[in-house]
């Protein structure tokens, strides 16, 4: 269905859509050719063959886009899923924080893709102050954090999920648990208050008509 309807969405897109959704980012359009040529043996294959028995097979070049191509995108989040598992997450207990971003400050992040990219920053800056307030150390969490720009409704609605081991380690490399976060404590309530406070600096940077005080 993509495949016949793309070409008429390409050119409808600018007087049906471009005022709710702004310009037809270029990547769109890149990431959608490269699902269309993934698995076409025009686009290149390789011959594989067994020494044993001799026998032989083309193995199509897939598109190795990430979130668009079902086949693609499961294979890259199996294999990230395990690299985290493996290698990467300590062996420690962790869990998830959930940052959104105000309303009011969404339509900045929506026209102005590359802010997104800020907001990482902030949710760790956040925390590191949550950290900070709870236990009064300077502390380094793990932390992975991933931004997803849509709701249940596939709406715009740019928000982090952020991995996090419950506590961090001091400058000697000492690791303090923080089991809890609760969400009627005055440190959490400054959590939130720090991370809305980063995210509307880093949309105001970029707009310097914003007014914003924190």
Known sequence: MLFHYFEQF??????????????????????????????NPKCGFARIRCSD???????????????????CHAK????????MRE???????????????PKMLRIFFKFNRSLLSSL???????LLKYLRTVTGRKLTPGTIAVIQSFGSKINFHPHIHILITEGGSDKYGRFTKVSRFDDNASPLMRLKVK???????????????IIWSS
């Not at 890259?76 to 690299?83: C, I, K, L, T, V």
């Not at 990482?120 to 956040?126: P, R, V, Y």
């Not at 991370?195 to 008509?209: E, L």
Request: aromatic share 14%; hydrophobic share 35%.
């Open 53 to 71: 028995c001799g026998m032989e097979r083309l193995l199509m070049f897939s598109c190795k886009t990430r979130g668009f191509c079902p086949s």
């Open 120 to 126: 990482c920053l902030c949710g760790k800056q956040a």
């Open 195 to 209: 991370f809305v406070t980063s995210t509307a600096k880093t949309a105001q940077n970029r707009n310097p008509w």
């Open 76 to 83: 890259r989040r199996e294999e990230w899923g395990a690299w």
């Open 87 to 101: 290698k990467l997450i300590l062996d420690t207990p962790h869990r998830q924080v959930v940052f959104t971003i």
């Open 10 to 39: 390409l050119l409808e897109y600018e007087n049906r859509f471009e005022k709710e959704y702004g310009y037809l980012r270029p990547i769109i359009q890149g990431v959608v050719n490269k699902y269309f040529d993934c698995g």
